[in-house]
Structures are given as structure tokens and as C-alpha cells.
């Protein structure tokens, strides 16, 4: 086991950053969105509670309409997601609330499909958050 580090890193005047859902410029951002068979439009909505650029890192609040489908993708960064509410189907796997998912920097999942009452999920990127297309076509 390493020996623990003998100086603090602590910086002068850093403070812990406090968020709440409800806070006025806590706005819902439609990331994605498809046209369902029957005419009507499902999306996935995010919340950006934190999205700093040094060190980089997004966490998000995500809601997904009943039936959304989201590609195979990955990311530029290591991802953890989170199911808090409803249930996912990620490629074959069900995961339903209370699931993680933990995806290591290069691996892509998918597709992502919400349950029948749709699904949220908290969501932290540990770097670039920005996504890459498993499957272009």
C-alpha cells in the first residue's frame, strides 16, 4: 500500500459548489430527439448540474421519454451512469433502477432504449464528454 501523502492538497479560497434540480438557470436541455411511428416525439432531456473545464467533467440528470432509443455510442472519456427511476435496456442487458454502469474510457454501449414509463438516470463523464458513433449507418 503507497504511503498517504504527507502535504494537504487543499487551495485557498476552493469551496464545495452546492446544485439543486429546482435552482432557476437548472434548465432542461433536449439533447436528443425522434419521431415515434405514430406521429408523436420522444426525447432525452439533461439537466447540467456541473460541466467544468479544468479538470473536465460533466454530471447530468437525465430523463428519457417512454421508448426513446439512443445509438450504440461511446464516449472521450471514462462514464458512470446510474438508473434512479424506470428502467433501461442497454443492448441485451436490463437495468432497472437502482442499476450502475460503469464504462471504462473506449467502450461503447448500447443501444439504449427506455422502459415503458421511460427512465432517469444521474450520469458523471470524467473528461471529454463528448460522444463517438459506435455504428455510423
Given at each position: 500500500m503507497a504511503e498517504p501523502p504527507t502535504t494537504s492538497p487543499r487551495i485557498a479560497g476552493k469551496e464545495p459548489v452546492f446544485?439543486?434540480?429546482d435552482d432557476p438557470d437548472m434548465g432542461w436541455r433536449a439533447v436528443h430527439e425522434q419521431?415515434?411511428?405514430d406521429g408523436s416525439i420522444s426525447q432525452v432531456r439533461e439537466k447540467w448540474l456541473a460541466f467544468s473545464p479544468d479538470?473536465?467533467?460533466l454530471s447530468i440528470y437525465a430523463e428519457y421519454d417512454p421508448g426513446m432509443?439512443?445509438?450504440r455510442h461511446g464516449?472521450?472519456?471514462p462514464h458512470i451512469v446510474f438508473v434512479l427511476k424506470g428502467e433501461l435496456l442497454c443492448g441485451d442487458t436490463p437495468c432497472p433502477e437502482?442499476?450502475?454502469i460503469e464504462l471504462p474510457f473506449g467502450a461503447a454501449f448500447g443501444p439504449l432504449v427506455a422502459g415503458p414509463e421511460g427512465?432517469?438516470?444521474f450520469e458523471v463523464m470524467l473528461g471529454d464528454p463528448r460522444s463517438w458513433?459506435?455504428?455510423p449507418e
Open positions: 446544485r439543486h434540480l419521431r415515434n411511428r479538470p473536465q467533467y432509443v439512443v445509438r464516449h472521450f472519456s437502482g442499476t450502475h427512465v432517469t438516470m458513433g459506435d455504428d
